[in-house]
């Protein structure tokens, strides 16, 4: 399997399934911050990346990258890079939303009064504790 299939199948559908499934929650308000957080990924992981790779410590079979490298790591590992980091923090803003309740799909139906009968006295549904 390619580096690019890879991102396909397990990163890049479950990004598209999340943005999908949560369309209502996610607003570009509430996903400024994963912008910080990708410039924070990238300044953090691209250094030691290029040097573990340098060193000889892993590395990526030519036959299953597109080929554009960028110092010692080809395109879809930065690609991995900011993708993961979306993927994980949509997870975690719709889990945020729903925890805290500010989801559409966290909020309760409101209440409706109680069911009485035509002499106003309630229901056996209603009366039933």
Do not use: C, H
């Not at 990346?49 to 080809?74: C, M, Q, S, T």
């Not at 803003?93 to 006295?121: F, H, I, M, V």
């Amino acid at each position: 399997m390619t580096y690019a299939r890879f991102l396909g199948l397990f990163v890049v559908l479950p990004i598209l399934f999340l943005m999908w499934r949560y369309r209502r929650t996610f607003t570009a308000w509430s996903l400024a911050p994963m912008g910080l957080l990708l410039v924070v990924v990238y300044a953090a992981t691209s250094p030691w990346d290029n040097l573990a790779v340098k060193w000889g410590l892993w590395g990526f079979d030519p036959e299953r990258i597109w080929g554009i490298k960028l110092g010692y790591l080809p395109l879809e590992e930065y690609l991995f890079f900011g993708l993961q980091t979306l993927l994980v923090g949509l997870w975690a803003r719709a889990r945020l939303a729903r925890a805290l309740g500010t989801s559409p799909s966290a909020q309760r139906p409101e209440a409706r009064p109680p069911e009485r009968t035509r002499d106003g006295k309630l229901t056996a549904r209603e009366a039933a504790p």
